[in-house]
């Protein structure tokens, strides 16, 4: 068969499987297999393909596709902010979502001092300590997460991308010392019935512990917006990501702890996606 002929064949196993997206993800897996970048293949579309170990290992990831493990475990890898993540079923797959929540972030930020000092906490693959650091150049940037697998990655991805960055073992504020300019979180905030309802890729195939919010999904934010006055230096932004129906009780949360200009923002589809506030001088 001709390169064409390959990323077809992968499309269309992947339909009928009723594999989301199924031409892109048969071309990233073609182009992993056989080693051909875009440019190559849309010059050479009816060369002819003759590597039986290629093929075979081809046919062994569409297979897997077909079981619905997500493209980016099966790569290996994800961008997130113009860098490359290594990602494995032990993290929360990168999400463009989160890619609003850091823009905006930054955005807010140019009002204020740089944060010299940032935590990150539920840092999974240590996508958002690792790009605020190198987008930053802060002094301190501190990743923290409760799975000692997730650390591995996010420590993997440290050294890759920002050997800067430490990542620590922590159930979230258990192990952290210090205090921050900037405290940061994208936390599990799925209800635990919603975690049922989720599509196979995520349900059956991402930590269910980077997901599930427990009851109302609200678990981990109560928790974090209790303690992180005693780790924010005044003025110092306390920010996360939220489901598109938390941002109404994530502010009153925040509120309750006093936090000042407290704000919810959306999403490019228009849906709340971050809230954001400020400890308040002196405290
Ligand atoms: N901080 C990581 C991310 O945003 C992981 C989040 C999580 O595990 N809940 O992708």
Same mark, same amino acid.
């Given at each position: ?29 073609? &182009?992993? !297999?056989?080693? $051909? *970048?875009?440019?190559?293949? /849309? ?7 003759? %590597? ?72 999974? &693959?240590? !996508?958002?300590? $690792? *790009?605020?650091?190198?987008? /930053? ?7 923290? %997460? ?44 799925i209800t635990t019935e919603e ?18 919010g427990?009851e109302d999904g ?5 928790? $974090? ?59």
């Amino acid at each position: 068969m001709n390169r064409r002929e390959w990323v077809l064949y992968g499309q269309k196993e992947l339909e009928e499987a009723q594999i989301e997206n199924a031409s892109g993800d048969a071309w990233y897996l073609f &182009s992993e !297999c056989f080693h $051909i *970048s875009r440019e190559d293949y /849309l010059f050479g579309m009816t060369d002819e393909i003759n %590597d039986k170990e290629a093929e075979e290992r081809y046919k062994e990831l569409i297979q897997k596709r077909k079981e619905h493990v997500p493209l980016q475990y099966i790569l290996g890898t994800q961008e997130f902010m113009g860098y490359t993540f290594k990602v494995t079923p032990d993290v929360l797959i990168p999400r463009a979502d989160t890619e609003t929540v850091l823009e905006e972030v930054l955005d807010q930020l140019k009002q204020s001092k740089k944060p010299d000092t940032i935590l990150d906490i539920c840092t999974g &693959s240590g !996508c958002i300590a $690792i *790009s605020l650091a190198l987008i /930053l150049k802060p002094e301190v940037c501190v990743g923290t %997460d409760i799975s000692e697998k997730a650390l591995k990655i996010a420590k993997a991805n440290g050294e890759n991308l920002a050997p800067m960055v430490k990542f620590i073992q922590s159930d979230l504020f258990e192990n952290v010392t210090g205090s921050y300019d900037l405290i940061i979180s994208n936390p599990p905030y799925i209800t635990t019935e919603e975690c049922g309802k989720l599509m196979p890729e995520v349900k059956d195939y991402e930590p269910m512990l980077a997901l599930d919010g427990k009851e109302d999904g609200l678990y981990f934010y109560k928790k $974090i917006i209790k303690e992180a006055k005693n780790y924010l230096n005044p003025q110092g932004m306390l920010a996360f990501e939220i489901g598109y129906d938390q941002g109404e009780a994530v502010k009153n949360l925040m509120e309750a702890q006093d936090f000042a200009c407290v704000e919810i923002k959306k999403d490019l589809a228009g849906l709340d996606r971050l809230v954001f506030g400020f400890a308040r001088e002196g405290e």
